[in-house]
């Protein structure tokens, strides 16, 4: 683990700081300065010990590194017994390495050691040159003594030296790395009928019954989850804005500072019909997305209302407006549709264009030229942004007068009051929605959750823009929606699982035509299904089709050309296949890529080899856990 932190020192962990200092050579070796006394004993490596005040020493500043790196790592995960076994298991792995390096006689000298340490860049000054005075205070700020730090980055440099000894025997050929790039390169195209579910939808029909009965079997998908409603305190700039006044000359002031980035962007308004297709879609599927889009446009052009053309022929999410997109700037779409759209005049239909989602028609209805704003059109936009500029240097002072209030026993109505703010109650709120609305962590949405009824948190919790002081107004436990809510949910997913059954047997029927004794006349009867995928590889990402993993093995793994023995379920539906090309990795990559690739492999099997090497010398150690229920 040292050695890859090393190697990686462009990665998270060394973007802790001085952080980094306490994790490579206090976390991996412990304190070797510590003082034991009668501390209970954790574990023992051979002769060694690892004591519990060294374990937890190394644990806290392992976590205190990992929350550094990733803020939303929680308590919960940090005091999870497989990461206080994985800190364990870094301070054995050292007690064996140096183990290992006493017997094989390597060792480091006080000269390579204070070398190395000089090396170290977070002890550079701006010269670039390694500063006493810098290495001192780093030092310092981790509460190491010189000598106990230089013991233990001898111990790591030690270490390493073994590690680095054993990875040499770990040296990939090209031929090797050839192998991998093969089967790691190599890709297939399969030929494929597809049954469709949506094709069987009609056919199902679905009663009441099964609608209960999946309604009672199913209950937990259809839980609304606890909820809490809040009364509380915002402390943000917006919310006590209209607390501040804001006079004639202050806007005029501001708007004479700031008119030259007062301007209205170009807008245009719009509507688009879109027949959906992509570079995946077949010829004839393209060629009827375009004699769809072509037809649309046709009717637009004569005169037809477009937004009843929308509703009745687009396939975008905006079809049951009539297509209406609103009100858009430059940058706001893509830029085909944004180049179409801008191009068109007021009144008129562009011609059919193409973009990543399909093609479209686009009806402008209006347009906004670009032109600066007169003082009388942003005057209120104005006060509003110079009354949050002085709500917020009042924010902290208000705050503390309302922690004073809050601490001496006052109700949060009592403390508004005084404070001549508003106290607001929420709606229902689930966990998440009080992250999603104010902008809490995780860790303060849950505090929320827990905080009694009728009782106030007595500590501001941080929300977007500022703080807020909660008080819990109700506790809402877990229920499930009424069933008349959610009939319609249950009618379509049982509708999905019946037509899924039903493509399922269909794919099943056709595979045993397939393969069956009148197999040739089958497959003239389905030819015209037939379609050949894109080339996929070993992942199982088909394109136009879904994922399956199972699809990619028993493709990879066929022999021949005969139909694959299973259908497999795609998110587009069901499947019967056969292996149809098999295209090996491009010699023009390989030759592009060969020394990465003979790197890559190296170092594959340069860690390979150190795992090996590391659990060869665990079997052979003496190693005991003496209080394992320090690790719960």
């Not at 688009?272 to 004699?291: C, F, G, P, V």
């Not at 264009?353 to 093609?359: K, L, M, N, P, S």
């Not at 906004?368 to 110079?386: G, H, P, S």
């Not at 109650?425 to 929320?448: H, I, K, M």
Request: aromatic share 8%; glycine share 6%; no cysteine.
């Amino acid at each position: 683990m040292l050695e890859i932190m090393r190697e990686n020192a462009s990665g998270w962990i060394v973007k802790i700081l001085f952080g980094i200092i306490i994790v490579v050579f206090v976390f991996a070796f412990g304190m070797s300065g510590l003082e034991t006394g009668q501390d209970p004993i954790l574990a023992t490596v051979n002769d060694q010990i690892i004591t519990r005040a060294e374990f937890e020493d190394a644990f806290q500043r392992a976590a205190e590194g990992v929350r550094t790196a990733n803020p939303d790592v929680t308590p919960a995960q940090l005091q999870d017994p497989q990461f206080k076994q994985m800190v364990l298991g870094e301070l054995i792995n050292s007690r064996l390495l140096l183990h290992e390096a006493a017997r094989l006689g390597i060792s480091a000298s006080d000269e390579e050691v204070f070398a190395a340490i000089t090396r170290q860049s977070y002890f550079w000054n701006q010269a670039g040159a390694f500063d006493r005075d810098i290495y001192m205070a780093a030092l310092r700020s981790i509460r190491m003594t010189p000598a106990l730090f230089e013991a233990n980055f001898k111990n790591e440099m030690i270490a390493g030296k073994v590690q680095d000894m054993v990875r040499k025997t770990g040296v990939a050929t090209p031929e090797q790395a050839r192998q991998i790039f093969d089967w790691v390169g190599e890709e297939v195209r399969v030929d494929y009928i597809l049954s469709s579910p949506a094709a069987f939808a009609p056919q199902v029909r679905v009663d009441a019954k099964e609608v209960d009965e999946f309604y009672a079997s199913n209950q937990d998908k259809f839980m609304v989850p606890e909820q809490v409603r809040i009364r509380y305190l915002a402390f943000t700039p917006k919310d006590l804005a209209a607390r501040q006044e804001v006079s004639d000359p202050e806007i005029d002031a501001y708007f004479a500072a700031n008119s030259a980035s007062m301007k209205q962007e170009e807008q245009v308004k719009a509507s688009h019909l879109l027949i959906m297709t992509s570079d995946s879609d077949s010829d004839e599927e393209q060629a009827e997305a375009r004699k769809k889009i072509d037809a649309a446009y046709a009717k637009a052009k004569a005169g037809g209302d477009f937004a009843t053309l929308a509703r009745q022929n687009s396939e975008g999410p905006s079809a049951a407006g009539g297509g209406d997109l609103g009100w858009f700037g430059r940058g706001d779409m893509v830029p085909e549709f944004e180049q179409a759209a801008f191009s068109t005049p007021k009144g008129q239909v562009s011609e059919p264009v193409r973009t990543q989602f399909g093609w479209h028609i686009i009806y402008v209805e209006d347009r906004k030229e670009a032109r600066e704003l007169a003082l009388d059109e942003v005057r209120k936009d104005i006060a509003i942004a110079i009354a949050e500029e002085k709500a917020a240097e009042r924010v902290t002072d208000l705050l503390d007068q309302a922690m004073d209030r809050l601490v001496s026993g006052m109700t949060l109505d009592a403390v508004a009051d005084e404070l001549g703010m508003l106290a607001v109650t929420s709606s229902p709120l689930p966990e998440q929605g009080l992250v999603q609305n104010f902008g809490l962590t995780p860790e303060a949405a849950t505090v929320v959750m827990d905080i009694q009824k009728n009782e106030s948190h007595k500590t501001p919790l941080s929300i977007n823009g500022g703080y807020m002081l909660v008080e819990k107004v109700e506790d809402i436990p877990a229920a499930p929606l009424p069933i008349d809510e959610v009939r319609d949910a249950i009618e379509g997913a049982i509708t999905q699982q019946k037509a899924a059954a039903l493509a399922m047997t269909e794919a099943q029927e056709i595979l045993a035509q397939l393969t069956g004794p009148d197999s040739a006349e089958a497959a003239a009867r389905y030819a015209a299904r037939i379609k050949t995928s894109e080339p996929f590889d070993r992942q199982g990402n088909v394109p136009a089709l879904g994922q399956s993993q199972a699809l990619a093995e028993a493709a990879f793994g066929s022999a021949g050309k005969e139909w694959l023995p299973q259908p497999f379920a795609m998110q587009q539906g069901i499947i019967v296949a056969r292996l149809s090309e098999v295209i090996p990795a491009s010699e023009e990559t390989w030759a592009e890529q060969k020394d990465a690739w003979i790197d890559q492999a190296s170092q594959n099997y340069q860690l390979e080899v150190l795992n090996a090497y590391m659990t060869g010398l665990r079997q052979q150690a003496d190693i005991e856990i003496t209080r394992p229920d320090l690790l719960n």
